[in-house]
């Protein structure tokens, strides 16, 4: 039994000394991520009168951080996508989803509803009871300005580089506890939910981060909010959706 205890004692030991020794590597890191995001400038754009809507709201994520320009975010590529495209982007680095909530404050009316964040819940520890609580302001004022929301939260912080053992495996705890929130809230509420969560082993930013993470190593760069791209287009079908509305109000609208 003493062997038992000391053995559990050193064990300990070890792991609180793992936890020490990088924690200043992940702190080093996160501070990079900050001053990338400050510099990111959210994509926007005023379309043709008759063509789609989409309302973007969340984090530094729907800012665009870590791509080399606004028209390579993720809101950015869905402009690309749809020329007739018209997008307003209300994003906020650093933002919770109790942030987000005020976001979408207002009645105005769109045609979807895009909600990338999550991140900083995952990072800051929201606690469940909170968490789930912001989760269902947002999903709840979403459907007051569209018919079609989606809610896009990052994939597993675990397995990014900038996050060490011990710090990876609370990382993926709280990215997995968020995954199961949002899937649970948007199907409460009529929204979709795009998952982008991966164990190490199936994740490509796991296997290629150099390829597709910016030099923060917690934002996607380019090539990765391309592949978040295809991700909601194989899951949601969110640009075929607005091509189909801008086509119809295109029918709708006659030439002046």
Known sequence: MKRQHIAACAGLGILVGLAAATAGYAALGLRRSKRLARRARPFESSARAEGARLLVVGDSTAA????????SSLPGLLGRA????????????????????????????????????GTHDVLHGTRDAALRESIQRVAQRARVRSEVVVFVPPGNLGNLRIFPPPWSWWMTYRARRLQALVADLAQANGARHV???????????????????????????????????????????LSAKLRKIGRAAAV???LP
Request: zero cysteines; glycine letters at 8%.
């Open 252 to 254: 709708r609208t006659p």
């Open 82 to 117: 749809n020329p007739s495209l018209t997008v307003v982007n209300r994003a906020e680095p650093g933002a919770r989803f109790a942030d987000i909530a005020a976001q979408l404050e207002g009645d105005e009316r769109f045609d979807a509803v895009l909600v990338l964040g």
């Open 195 to 237: 998952s982008l969560f991966l164990e190490r082993e199936d994740d490509p930013f796991a296997r290629h981060p150099r390829r597709l993470s910016a030099r923060d190593g917690l934002h996607p760069n380019d090539a990765g909010y391309e592949l978040w791209q295809r991700e909601l287009e194989t899951q949601a079908q």
């Open 64 to 71: 665009g951080a870590g791509a080399s320009a606004p028209e």
